[in-house]
T-cell receptor, first 113, second 117 residues
Framework: EPEVTQTPSHQVTQMGQEVILRCVPI?????FYWYRQILGQKVEFLVS????????KSEIFDDRFSVERPDGSNFTLKIRSTKLEDSAMYFC???????????FGPGTRLTVT | AQKVTQAQTEISVVEKEDVTLDCVYE???????LFWYKQPPSGELVFLIR??????QNEISGRYSWNFQKSTSSFNFTITASQVVDSAVYFC??????????????FGKGITLSVRP
């Protein structure tokens, strides 16, 4: 069964550095998302992406965040000038089309020290 | 604004007991989707069910069943004859936009279910 994959599973970075989190969505899916979950808290929406542009973003998704689908298969989340409070599990999700459900990847645990 | 409330934070049951996880939602939209996701200790989010606002029929899938009541804005999840493998965090979520481009999920805080042998 096709699944969403994410790399790396765990990323440790120093405050102020840039990180790129990578996702490979399910191949025939058209809509892509990033969510984050701070340890022990609820899952929060960051951004949705469709037709090579951002559809919606939350207030968490500030100017330090960006997304890209560089080659038709990967979907990346870049965080510049990382802060301690960026430490969280980041989930990528993809959806086939309207009226379908989102499938989530296994997550990347980001630790900012 | 959308909101999902899962008032229960932790539930502990003994194996084979039935358990119901509550979910109450708020939305001003007349059309919306409701979801349940499971997050086992390994951390991934596993899709369990999607229900649209037009369909209030209850659904059963094996030991799992869902009760959707628009009148009380609730979408409760029951596990019958619970098993240790059901131990996980369960999230209820809401999407108020049927068009994929803006169909973000709003999650509740989750319910931690522990099933003891």
């Amino acid at each position: 069964e096709p699944e969403v994959t994410q790399t790396p599973s765990h990323q440790v970075t120093q405050m102020g550095q840039e990180v790129i989190l990578r996702c490979v969505p399910i191949s025939n899916h058209l809509y892509f998302y990033w969510y984050r979950q701070i340890l022990g808290q609820k899952v929060e929406f960051l951004v949705s992406f469709y037709n090579n542009e951002i559809s919606e973003k939350s207030e968490i998704f500030d100017d330090r965040f960006s997304v890209e689908r560089p080659d038709g298969s990967n979907f990346t989340l870049k965080i510049r000038s990382t802060k301690l409070e960026d430490s969280a599990m980041y989930f990528c999700a993809s959806m086939r089309g309207n009226f379908y459900e989102q499938y989530f990847g296994p997550g990347t645990r980001l630790t900012v020290t | 604004a959308q909101k999902v409330t899962q008032a229960q934070t932790e539930i502990s049951v003994v194996e084979k007991e039935d358990v119901t996880l509550d979910c109450v939602y708020e939305t001003r939209d007349t059309t919306y989707y409701l979801f349940w996701y499971k997050q086992p200790p390994s951390g991934e989010l596993v899709f369990l069910i999607r229900r649209n606002s037009f369909d209030e029929q209850n659904e059963i899938s094996g030991r799992y069943s869902w009760n959707f009541q628009k009148s009380t804005s609730s979408f409760n999840f029951t596990i019958t004859a619970s098993q240790v493998v059901d131990s996980a965090v369960y999230f209820c979520a809401l999407s108020s936009d049927f068009t994929g481009a803006n169909s973000k999920l709003t999650f509740g805080k989750g319910i931690t279910l522990s099933v003891r042998p």
